[in-house]
């Protein structure tokens, strides 16, 4: 049997007409032999963020992308280089011999090693790259940012999905409830009827009807079981719990998303500002944009300090002492200018800036989506927020007359038809209460979703 267990919602207090208390609830337990977890909706939301693989998955694309702008901002520093070799020469090789003109034979001029080993230590250094590198850094910079709030854009729509999924499953548990209730009023019903039969007071067709009511009400609950499987499922799905795991839906507070006093024009100006999704849009605009300097940085000279120290034996700088280990310097400046590449560079370059233009234009559309998502969900607040008032009004006075038409029954005022319907009304005025508060929650929770928050 499921008992039920008091909850108070506390919605969002706007001024001027913004969301205000809900009134109280109920939230529906299951009472079992053994007992069972609890779990608030921020816990929900909690597990959820901490199991999602996409949360995860974005994280670690968020890593990528910082790794490759340490790459690239590292591409300006020097360039240190090492490198060694042995080789052994075999085979007939003779030694180079200077031959003098009716003198023979000729005298060797130096022996050639057979082990030979080199060694080189180099350097260089970018001097001037035409901006291209430290565009190329800038790029990678925004890149990362953006992926870092694409990750918290992941986190926001994670938390809106376990928090309708936690208010599904709420809904479909007050239902079920609803439906055990009433089926155990109308086996009482039922059973009071046949003895009235009996004693011959009532018709056997109000009996009938009786019965074929409760077989109604069995069958809504045979479904509403089913809806709450389902709704528990998804939850779990999302929570990372065993899919067959139960818990209770306690009593909590929902998070207050903004402060009393707050205008609606603050708080779509508050989304534009610091919704993950327009950061991470405009943060690629910019990346883009430093692409474009990239390629422009490609027409110009590139210029390096290069540096080497080469250790070997033989050294073919030194000729004459080949058999021993020389070690020499040098350095110097080197220029590369790619003049002329058929016309490759101003394509990539009017590639990059159509970019940024449709980059710049996703952009304003997408604020522009924003400020009416924000506005849309605001209304939406406020209507769930209406229409938990009139549920809660509803279901007192469906429960007041559904008591009274039994106590009327009761007396043998009226008829057992009126005792079905009322209870009918009682019934649907309960599940319409749940939903009411669970249209609540979710509306506040897809406002704060508009605002791109978490809590």
Known sequence: MRTVLPITLLATALAGGLLANPSSGALLAQDVARPLTDLTPREAVQLG?????RIRAAQADADGALAAFHQARASRLPSVRIRGDYRRLVGDLPDPQLGIPDFDPGFALFRIPRDQIHTELSLEQPLFQGGALR?????????ADAAM??????????ALAVRTAYWGLYRALAVEAAAEAALEQMEAHVDHLENLLEEGVILRSDLLAARTRRSEVRLDGVEAANAVRVARLELNRLIGLPLDEEFRLVSDE???AFQAGVELGELVERALAGSPQLR???????????RVGETRGAWLPQISLVARYTYARP????????????GLGEAG????????EGGRRPAQTAQARAQVRAAEARLTDAREEVAVRVRRQHLEALHAQEALAVAVEHAEEAEETFRVVQE????GVILSAQVLEAEQVHRSAQARHAAAEAALAIAQAALLHALGDVW
Do not use: C, G, K, Y
Not at 49 to 53: A, D, R, T, W, Y
Not at 280 to 290: K, Q
Not at 333 to 340: A, D, I, P, R
Not at 408 to 411: D, G, N
């Open 408 to 411: 009327q029954f009761e007396e």
């Open 149 to 158: 709030f694409l990750a918290d854009q992941e986190r926001t729509d994670m």
């Open 333 to 340: 400046v080197l220029l590369s200018w790619s003049v002329f």
């Open 49 to 53: 963020l901490e199991h999602n693989q």
């Open 315 to 326: 050294n073919p700088l030194v000729f004459t002492e080949m058999d021993e280990f020389r």
């Open 280 to 290: 991470a849009m405009a943060e690629r605009a910019r990346a883009l944009d430093r």
């Open 135 to 143: 565009n190329r850094a800038l790029a990678a910079e925004h890149e």
């Open 254 to 256: 929902i998070d207050p």
